[in-house]
């Protein structure tokens, strides 16, 4: 069993396109965040979300928007995609919003965008 | 606000070797400290992690770190290195006070640590 499964895994699209993440937790964790890392691998955080509230929303373009329906779904919607957008996305969850939690990382979606 | 230097992006060595993985991090509040572990085409795993108490702690796999709060490190080192562990390594921190514990996690830039046979 995946415990934290993200779909699509690749994602090809034009500029200018609309695109959504998806990301599932069977963990029963509380808390979900989505991770951007960059062609240099570096790893920073957008948002996270626990119990369907937005606990963290870093300085992201407003064409970034999540979507938490439940506890154990967070959804990265993006608008309007740029050549920047290019990135691996990753979702992850923790038991609860905590500093010391260990986060459950899923496998990363791989959008390109041409 | 905090930051975390990883000093070297790349890390060969050969296999029965020894290894450190060398990371520091800057931080006005006090700080969780962890090390992640990322697999080719994989996501994230928990390497290991310092919460309090014995400024050692190890992983299952044979990987220790030291918490040295005076330098503020948190170096990773394994005495003997496997074909398998070959794989990009992040340090991260997460803030402890108040309001900042998030669970935020603040990473390093990665290490590829290449094991050759």
């Known amino acids: 069993d995946t415990a934290v499964s993200q779909t699509p895994k690749y994602l090809v699209t034009q500029m200018g396109n609309d695109k959504s993440i998806k990301c599932e937790q069977n963990?029963?964790?509380?808390?979900m965040y989505w991770y951007k890392q960059d062609s240099k691998k570096f790893l920073k955080i957008m948002f996270s979300?626990?119990?369907?509230?937005?606990?963290i929303n870093e300085t992201v373009p407003n064409r970034f928007s999540p979507k938490s329906p439940d506890k154990a779904h967070l959804n990265l919607h993006i608008n309007s995609l740029e050549l920047g957008d290019s990135a691996v996305y990753f979702c992850?969850?923790?038991?609860?919003?905590?500093?010391?939690?260990?986060?459950?990382f899923g496998p990363g979606t791989r959008l390109l965008v041409l | 606000a905090q930051s975390v230097t990883q000093l070297d992006s790349q890390v060969p060595v050969f296999e029965e070797a020894p290894v450190e993985l060398r990371c520091n991090y800057s931080?006005?509040?006090?700080?969780?400290l962890f090390w992640y572990v990322q697999y080719p085409n994989q996501g994230l795993q928990l390497l290991l992690k310092?919460?309090?108490?014995?400024?050692l702690v190890e992983s299952i796999n044979g990987f220790e770190a030291e918490f040295n709060k005076s330098q503020t490190s948190f170096h990773l080192r394994k005495p003997s290195v496997h074909i398998s562990d070959t794989a990009e390594y992040f340090c991260?921190?997460?803030?402890?006070?108040?309001?900042?514990?998030?669970?935020?996690?603040?990473f390093g830039q990665g290490t590829t640590l290449q094991v050759k046979p």
């Open positions: 992850a969850s923790s038991q609860r919003t905590w500093g010391g939690e260990t986060q459950y």
């Open positions: 963990l029963g964790h509380d808390t």
């Open positions: 979300y626990n119990n369907k509230e937005l606990i």
């Open positions: 931080s006005s509040v006090s700080v969780y």
């Open positions: 310092y919460l309090s108490g014995s400024t």
């Open positions: 991260a921190v997460s803030p402890q006070a108040g309001s900042s514990n998030t669970g935020k996690l603040i």
